[in-house]
């Protein structure tokens, strides 16, 4: 319940800070996992041709990962909305009944438009606090269950709680 709080209000007062934080967080976790595999395939490279994939996807990982540093916000939303237009038009493709699957992605379509067109931010902070919302609505309701005993609690709870 009390994370749940946390996040609406994370979500609503410190919405930005949030966000520089996990995107700076994420961009340094892509960087340190693509070091390894860049050095290591530059260095064979000179001896098999087949690690210039390697050198160049972990190139472009470890870009990535800087432009998700110095500029966020576009990237998260252009990464994210060409994945659901993307994943999108192959499931389109592959179904048996085109027109109703298309039917079925209008949505998934839509939401990566206003992704790429960058309104993300709006989506991300709505994300949070509805997410927030819901996780201390349903601790204050197992809370509830539990105090009138709806719900029993098992012996490793009742220890842990002691």
Same mark, same amino acid.
């Given at each position: 319940m009390v994370l749940g709080i946390t996040l609406a209000l994370i979500g609503i007062l410190y919405y930005d800070y949030f966000l @520089?934080? =996990?995107? =700076? &967080?994420v961009g340094i976790v892509i960087i340190l996992v693509? =070091?390894?595999p860049l050095l290591f395939s530059f260095k064979e490279m000179k001896y098999n041709k087949r %690690?210039?994939? !390697?050198f160049i996807t972990s190139l472009i990982f470890i870009l990535l990962g800087i432009a %998700?540093?110095?500029? @966020?916000? !576009?990237? =998260?939303s252009i990464i994210f909305g060409v994945f659901l237009i #993307? #994943? &999108? %038009?192959i499931r389109i493709?592959?179904?048996?009944? @085109?027109?109703?699957?298309f039917l079925h992605e209008v949505p998934y379509i839509l939401l990566g438009l206003a992704l790429v067109l960058n309104i993300s931010h709006?989506? %991300?902070q709505v994300a949070i606090v509805a997410f927030g919302i819901l996780l201390a609505m349903y601790s204050g309701l197992y809370l509830l269950l539990i105090v009138f005993g709806k719900i029993k609690r098992n012996d490793n709870e009742a220890e842990e709680a002691d």
């Amino acid at each position: 319940m009390v994370l749940g709080i946390t996040l609406a209000l994370i979500g609503i007062l410190y919405y930005d800070y949030f966000l @520089h934080a =996990i995107c =700076i &967080s994420v961009g340094i976790v892509i960087i340190l996992v693509n =070091i390894y595999p860049l050095l290591f395939s530059f260095k064979e490279m000179k001896y098999n041709k087949r %690690f210039i994939y !390697m050198f160049i996807t972990s190139l472009i990982f470890i870009l990535l990962g800087i432009a %998700f540093i110095i500029n @966020h916000e !576009m990237i =998260i939303s252009i990464i994210f909305g060409v994945f659901l237009i #993307l #994943l &999108s %038009f192959i499931r389109i493709l592959l179904a048996k009944n @085109h027109k109703m699957r298309f039917l079925h992605e209008v949505p998934y379509i839509l939401l990566g438009l206003a992704l790429v067109l960058n309104i993300s931010h709006v989506i %991300f902070q709505v994300a949070i606090v509805a997410f927030g919302i819901l996780l201390a609505m349903y601790s204050g309701l197992y809370l509830l269950l539990i105090v009138f005993g709806k719900i029993k609690r098992n012996d490793n709870e009742a220890e842990e709680a002691d």
